[in-house]
């Protein structure tokens, strides 16, 4: 079977400053963060995405071919200049962005696959909702679902969006009703339905038409939410280098687990908690490497720590 994975979201390009510094620069973007570490892992991994042919683009585009990522369905700008995202980091490794984007921006006319139950889909963060392709975005996540694709959403919302978040909001509460699993931060929660409390997060979560919502809370354990179930999971105790790439290596670690072990969106309301132990464990290893880096994805070195021994 030609099982692939398919990854719809924003390129930038990530400068990261500490004490006001810029220290570390890298191809960066929710989607395209957890492909690397996917592709690293041994997946076949694609990107949907629009890019500027520009200096900055050409440093993008070969990262993407040193790094195993089919990019036949990226869209060239041939005006306009890279995305780029700054990240500040506070004495947490904890950032706070500063987003540039790109000049002249028309609608992307992009190459969609056509996806079916051999493929996942991931897709979140602004791409996601953004005004000027949403019904593009719309159209695509609803056909893949009907096709079969396991669609899972995380949407990695900024506070650097919040003045635009009723706009957003609808699409938001779209995405969630058209994945069959919905990775959110406590941030995210805070910021788009205005509480931490995780009871009432799950309450609005499933009034969205959601099923499968797994909560990560920082330092606090995992929660996962089942139409049946809700199970919590320990993460492990570190000092972490930088959080700018946590939340994609657990979706990245999270799609991993659910490929190698064969899990189709039919058969998610029978897994036992001991299969669920081993798909949230791998997403919280995977990311628990990536903070002790200033990657934005695995390092090589530990992919063998985190595959799935069969």
Not at 178 to 187: C, D, R
Request: aromatic share 10%; net charge neutral; glycine share 4%.
């Amino acid at each position: 079977m030609n099982r692939k994975i398919i990854g719809l979201g924003e390129i930038v390009y990530d400068i990261f400053f500490k004490d006001n510094n810029p220290i570390e620069a890298r191809p960066g973007g929710a989607v395209l963060n957890m492909l690397i570490s996917l592709s690293r892992l041994g997946l076949p991994v694609s990107i949907i995405a629009d890019m500027v042919n520009d200096r900055v683009g050409k440093i993008i585009h070969d990262f993407l071919k040193e790094n195993k990522i089919d990019d036949s369905s990226i869209f060239w700008h041939q005006q306009g200049r890279s995305r780029l995202a700054l990240a500040f980091l506070n004495n947490c490794s904890d950032a706070d962005y500063l987003f540039y984007k790109m000049q002249h921006e028309v609608v992307p006319e992009f190459n969609f696959p056509k996806l079916n139950k051999t493929n996942f889909l991931l897709f979140g963060s602004y791409y996601a909702i953004k005004p000027l392709i949403r019904p593009l975005v719309k159209d695509f996540v609803h056909q893949s679902k009907q096709n079969g694709a396991f669609v899972l959403y995380d949407p990695n919302f900024r506070k650097s969006h919040v003045g635009i978040l009723e706009e957003v909001r609808p699409f938001i509460e779209e995405n969630i009703s058209l994945s069959h699993i919905t990775k959110a931060s406590i941030e995210d929660c805070e910021l788009i339905l205005k509480t931490n409390d995780k009871q009432q997060i799950h309450s609005i979560f499933k009034k969205l038409g959601g099923e499968y919502l797994i909560l990560t809370r920082a330092s606090k354990p995992v929660m996962l939410f089942t139409p049946l179930q809700t199970y919590e999971f320990a993460v492990n105790k570190i000092k972490p280098v930088s959080t700018v790439g946590a939340g994609d290596a657990f979706m990245a670690g999270l799609t991993y687990a659910l490929y190698e072990l064969e899990v189709v969106p039919t058969v998610l309301n029978s897994l036992d908690k001991t299969t669920w132990e081993t798909i949230i464990n791998t997403a919280i290893e995977t990311s628990t490497n990536v903070c002790l880096t200033y990657d934005n994805y695995i390092p090589m070195e530990a992919v063998q720590a985190i595959k799935i021994k069969k």
